[in-house]
């Protein structure tokens, strides 16, 4: 079955710890996402890539890097620069980037970060 | 900038209920308007859309009218279900913007026997 797979599906961090999210489809999709929620807040966008080896800022990237070496996989790391980085992280995809808005996003089941 | 603003939650029906759950926006372009849903513990999935004014998305039972006057993308139902009980997210994007979303801060539906 295709979809967005991601893992681990809960997370704990130490201080001054850096730790990687992990996000993987099998949908040929060509564009990214990462998406922070937090309880009683939508959600907001951390990085964008439209294609491979190509990544942008989303609303709120400090403290958050990326990389898109691969079609299939676009892991996001939390570094010790976050401070708050406890909340449900969510990664998507869609067909393409483009002109077009309305271009439906998959989501993948989410992985709950929490420091220790 | 760009907003969504939804009513606050939790939204609490019996079943059998109509359930409208409000929903505007601000935005500085033309937007695509989309209800997404997460039920417990998962991602989000699309539950309908609209891309231009008085555009009407529907599934599920489910709709919303692109009320391009009123700035408004209300989500209705006509007999809500135990089944729908979940958590729902109004979003926008605009032309340019690639598939960036703008979210609401979501309602939470429970839905009673």
């Known amino acids: 079955d295709g979809g967005i797979t991601q893992s681990p599906k809960y997370l704990f961090r130490k201080e001054g710890q850096n730790v990687t999210l992990s996000c993987e489809q099998n949908?040929?999709?060509?564009?990214m996402y990462w998406y922070r929620q937090d309880p009683g807040q939508g959600l907001r966008l951390i990085y964008y890539s439209q294609i491979v080896n190509d990544f942008q800022k989303g609303d709120i990237a400090e403290g958050y890097s990326v990389s898109r070496e691969k079609k299939e996989s676009f892991p996001l790391t939390v570094t010790s620069a976050q401070k708050n980085p406890t909340a449900f992280y969510l990664c998507?995809?869609?067909?393409?980037?483009?002109?077009?808005?309305?271009?439906?996003?998959?989501f993948g089941s989410g992985t709950q970060l929490s420091v220790l | 900038g760009n907003s969504v603003t939804q009513m606050e939650g939790p939204v609490t029906l019996s079943e059998e209920a109509f359930l409208t759950i409000n929903c505007t926006y601000t935005?500085?372009?033309?937007?695509?308007l989309f209800w997404y849903v997460q039920y417990p513990g998962e991602g989000l999935q699309l539950l309908l859309k609209?891309?231009?004014?008085?555009d009407k998305g529907s599934n599920k039972g489910f709709e919303a009218t692109y009320r391009k006057e009123t700035t408004s993308f209300h989500l209705e139902k006509g007999s809500v279900q135990v089944s729908d009980s979940a958590v729902y997210f109004c979003a926008l994007s605009l032309t340019g913007g690639g598939n960036k979303l703008t979210f609401g801060t979501g309602t939470q539906l429970k839905v009673e026997l």
């Open positions: 949908l040929n999709h060509d564009a």
């Open positions: 609209a891309t231009k004014a008085d």
């Open positions: 998507a995809s869609s067909t393409r980037w483009g002109t077009a808005t309305n271009e439906k996003l998959f």
């Open positions: 935005a500085t372009g033309y937007p695509s």
